[in-house]
């Protein structure tokens, strides 16, 4: 048994604990993540990325690659047989994302399966630096004042201790770190919704050579129903569902069975193997702390949710994105730990909230299984906007003095717009710097950045001098007629409604900090105040 120390121990390398590896290394935190399975995974769960996933993978310098996968959402027909020339569209989800393209540089959505994105994510970890062990299972840790220990074993069975400052847990919905610490959770649990999935090999793509790699075909006919979803080459999922109260269960699901299955699906009679049955069945379940001492739940460990919208993967890498950089400063020394508590203050509404409004969806109706689970009452579905980007965080990492009082201090604040208030993520307008179009988006770096007008020259003095004095990444730009970016066609200005001399703090992770609309007597000290409020120094 060895031992070794290392600033952050992740568990799990789902989309969650790839991200916050990643994210860490970008912050140039070393991490050691440990991933019980032997490889990356190879079937595609999460299948699309909206366009705030898309700007996080941007920053973390890896939007090339994402894109390079395919442009477009996945989108879904409905036939009789696979072999039917007969089919209609699914769903329309240019629909769904209607009104979006303006808000971001990215496109509003983007297919881009796990078992693409996996691969992106982990190669980039390694090559900043951070280590990333398959075949490694988390058996055990304990936590004490001034770390954790855990106890590892490799495949080889061999076991080692490892200290680590924190413990990031992205061990996904059946993860042992949750249940370890005894932390409760709240939702509505397993959905009475019984799915199978199938995942074989056979010619089945012959029937539908048209099909894009993130297209799915649903076959509905009185003998079967289910939906093909390509994986690679000729390999295929078939996903199916099952009713325990007719006295079905999963075991019938044999292979001979799901052969037969899914021949009558294409409607030919073909040579299939089948590789894999799964079960498994949506589930709504929030961990009630996603901080418990030196251990933090991210993705699926802290906020389960069903994919009827699509929001697991996104909001893990969303969660992800959030700790990232309070760790590394309260690891760096630029914050004080209590930082790390705005953690669960911001991202615990978030969960909550798309967790629920996950209970109902597109693809639900669309399967006609809307019946089958709790469902939401139709007032309380919020637009997409609000799912995606929609709200407010209200923590002491966000210093407002308009910060609104709701009679629920737990609950997500939602936004109509963003407008640069304190708490949202920076709204996106295209600039022009050096000839170049960029988004404002790309003006914030790994550290803090202030963006200013015309006027706003003491703005960038201060900056400089708060980078000096609190000893943190301070980098700022003016933006305007005059400034260093120019707000060519005035969109920046009319969305912010800021004055050449006003001021918005950024956080490394896009979100508004503070913001100020006049130039006060002392700009120095009024930004390293609000700076050192939230890093948690005051
Ligand atoms: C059918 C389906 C469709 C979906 N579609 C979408 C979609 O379109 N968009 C979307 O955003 N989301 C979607 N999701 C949800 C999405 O897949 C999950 O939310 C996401 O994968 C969660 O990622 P995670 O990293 O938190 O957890 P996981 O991906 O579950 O990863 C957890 C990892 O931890 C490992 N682990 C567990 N215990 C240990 C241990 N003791 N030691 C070491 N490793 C351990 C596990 O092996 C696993 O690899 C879908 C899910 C399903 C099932």
């Known amino acids: 048994m060895s031992d070794r120390r290392v600033p952050v121990l992740i568990v799990g390398a789902g989309v969650g604990g790839l991200a916050t590896s990643a994210l860490l290394a970008k912050h ?64 329309d989800v240019d629909a769904l994302f209607s009104g ?153 699901f044999t292979p001979q069975r799901c052969s037969e299955m899914i021949r009558t699906a294409v409607g030919e009679d073909i040579d299939i193997e089948i590789l894999q049955v799964a079960p498994w069945q949506p589930c709504e379940q929030v961990a009630d702390q996603f901080r418990c001492g030196r251990v933090f739940l991210v993705g699926d460990s802290a906020h389960t949710m069903p994919p009827f919208k699509g929001g697991g993967a996104n909001t893990a890498i ?32 978030v969960g909550s909230f798309s967790a629920r409004q996950s209970l109902t969806g597109p693809t639900l109706k669309m399967l006609g299984l809307d019946r089958e689970g709790p469902g939401l009452p139709a007032d309380e579905e919020a637009p997409m906007f609000n799912l995606l980007i929609g709200y407010r965080y209200r923590s002491t990492a966000v210093v407002a003095a308009d910060e609104p009082i709701t009679a629920d201090p737990n609950a997500l604040l939602l936004v109509d717009g963003l407008r640069g208030q304190p708490g949202t993520r920076l709204p996106h307008a295209w600039l022009r710097r050096d000839d170049h179009r960029v988004s404002t988006l790309d003006l914030v770096g790994h550290g803090f950045t202030v963006l200013t007008g015309d006027a706003g020259a003491k703005w960038c003095a201060s900056a400089a001098v708060a980078a000096d004095t609190l000893g943190v990444p301070v980098s700022a730009h003016s933006i305007g007629v005059d400034g260093d970016v120019a707000d060519v066609d005035g969109q920046w200005a009319a969305t912010t409604g800021l004055t050449p001399e006003a001021a918005l703090l950024i956080r490394p992770d896009d979100v508004v900090g503070w913001r100020v609309d006049t130039l006060p007597k002392d700009p120095d000290r009024q930004l390293c105040q609000a700076l050192s409020a939230i890093l948690a120094r005051t």
């Open 100 to 252: 979006m393209a303006e808000l971001s540089p990215e496109p509003a959505a983007q297919y881009c399966p796990q078992s693409k994105l996996e691969p992106i994510l982990l190669a980039h970890a390694r090559k900043l630096g951070s280590e990333v062990r398959y075949g490694t299972e988390l058996l055990s840790f304990e936590q004490h004042d001034s770390g954790v220990t855990a106890v590892l074993r490799y495949d080889s069975n061999d076991l080692e201790t490892v200290r680590a400052d924190f413990l990031v847990a992205a061990d996904g919905v059946h993860g042992p770190v949750r249940q370890m610490l005894g932390l409760t959770t709240s939702g509505y649990g397993p959905l009475p919704i019984y799915v199978v999935f199938v995942y074989f090999r056979a010619p089945w793509r012959t029937f539908v050579p048209d099909l894009g790699d993130g297209d799915a075909v649903q076959v509905e006919n009185p003998s079967v129903q289910g939906i093909f979803v390509s994986v690679s080459d000729d390999r295929g999922m078939f996903i199916t569902t099952y009713y325990p109260d007719k006295g079905e269960t999963v075991t019938q």
């Open 28 to 91: 140039r935190i070393p991490s050691l993540l440990v991933e019980k399975r032997r490889e990356v995974f190879i079937y595609p769960k999460a299948r699309n990325l909206s366009f705030r996933t898309l700007e996080v993978l941007r920053g973390l310098g890896v939007g090339d690659e994402v894109r390079a996968v395919a442009a477009g959402v996945s989108s879904m027909v409905v036939k009789p047989t696979l072999n039917s020339t007969d089919q209609r569209q699914a769903l």
């Open 318 to 349: 969303q969660s992800a994105h959030n700790l990232a950089w309070k760790m590394a400063a309260v690891i760096d020394g630029a914050a004080e730990p209590a930082l790390l508590d705005t953690f669960h203050t911001e991202r615990h509404p």
